[in-house]
C-alpha cells in the first residue's frame, strides 16, 4: 500500500469516491516542440522528455523556454494543471506527471497531455497519486507497445482515481510534502558523508615518494602525513558543522 493510499484509509476510513479521470478533468494532447525550438527567452515550457528527468511532482519555474511565435502553437499549460508523459521506454516512466505551480502561463509539446483538474481535484494530490501502485496497475493495463510504450490521452480519461474532500486532498498534500523534504535533507546529509569519507581516504592514504636512508624524504613524509590529517579534520569538521546548521 503506498504513502496515498495509507493516509486516505486514515483519513477517510468510510471509503473514497472513484471517478473516471475523462469525468472531472479536461485532458488536451500536446503536439510539437522538438528540442531545437528552445531559447534563451520567451514562454517558459515543459518538454516531456525533462519530466522524467528533471521535475519532481510540481514546479514552480521551468527549465527551457520557447519564443513566443513558438508557443502559440504549443498546448497551454494554466497554473493548477498538470503535465504528463504518454510515452516512454518503459512502463515505470510512461504517465509520470508534473503539477504547474507557477504565476503564469507555459506550453508543452507532443508525447504529453495536459489535465486540467477543475475545483474537484488538488492538482498536487492529483501528481501525486499518479506514483502509487494503484495507478502503475491502471497503467500496465492500458499501454501499448514493446520498444516505446504509449498510454493515450484517450485511454488515460478512463483512468479511475480518488476523489476525497479537498480538504483530505490539501492534508495529504502537506504531509507527504514534508515527508519529500526529508528525504532530501538525509539524501543529502548521505552525500555529505560520502564527500567526507572520499577526503579521508585520499588525504591519509597519500603518501609522497620514499627513499630509504634519506633523512630529509622521512621527514618531509611525516610532515606531509600530518598536514593532511590536520587538513582532513578541519573539512570533516567544517562540512559536519554546515550540515548540523541546515537541519536544525
Not at 483512468?159 to 504531509?175: A, F, G, M, T, Y
Request: proline share 4%.
Amino acid at each position: 500500500m503506498s504513502k496515498v493510499d495509507r493516509l486516505l484509509a486514515d483519513l477517510c476510513p468510510e471509503g473514497v469516491e472513484f471517478r473516471a479521470l475523462g469525468d472531472i478533468a479536461r485532458l488536451v494532447r500536446g503536439n510539437g516542440l522538438p528540442k531545437s525550438d528552445f531559447a534563451e527567452t520567451g514562454v517558459g515550457c515543459i518538454h516531456y522528455g525533462q519530466i522524467y528527468t528533471h521535475y519532481g511532482v510540481w514546479a514552480k519555474e521551468t527549465l527551457s523556454r520557447v519564443s513566443e511565435e513558438k508557443a502559440k502553437n504549443l498546448a497551454k499549460v494554466n497554473p493548477g494543471d498538470l503535465v504528463i508523459t504518454n510515452t516512454s521506454e518503459n512502463v515505470e516512466d510512461v504517465c509520470k506527471a508534473v503539477a504547474w505551480l507557477g504565476d503564469s502561463q507555459i506550453v508543452t509539446g507532443g508525447h504529453a497531455t495536459v489535465i486540467k483538474p477543475g475545483d474537484r481535484l488538488d492538482p498536487r494530490f492529483l501528481s501525486y497519486w499518479f506514483c502509487t501502485s494503484g495507478f502503475f496497475t491502471q497503467k500496465k493495463r492500458l499501454a501499448v507497445g514493446t520498444k516505446v510504450i504509449d498510454v493515450s490521452a484517450k485511454s488515460l480519461a478512463t483512468v479511475s482515481v480518488p476523489v476525497p474532500p479537498l480538504s483530505v486532498q490539501q492534508e495529504i498534500v502537506q504531509v507527504l510534502d514534508t515527508f519529500t523534504e526529508l528525504e532530501a535533507e538525509l539524501e543529502a546529509e548521505l552525500e555529505a558523508r560520502r564527500r567526507q569519507y572520499q577526503y579521508y581516504r585520499d588525504a591519509l592514504l597519500t603518501f609522497p615518494e620514499r627513499h630509504d636512508g634519506d633523512g630529509a624524504s622521512k621527514q618531509a613524509s611525516k610532515q606531509a602525513s600530518k598536514q593532511a590529517s590536520k587538513q582532513a579534520s578541519k573539512q570533516a569538521s567544517k562540512q559536519l558543522y554546515g550540515r548540523s546548521r541546515c537541519l536544525k
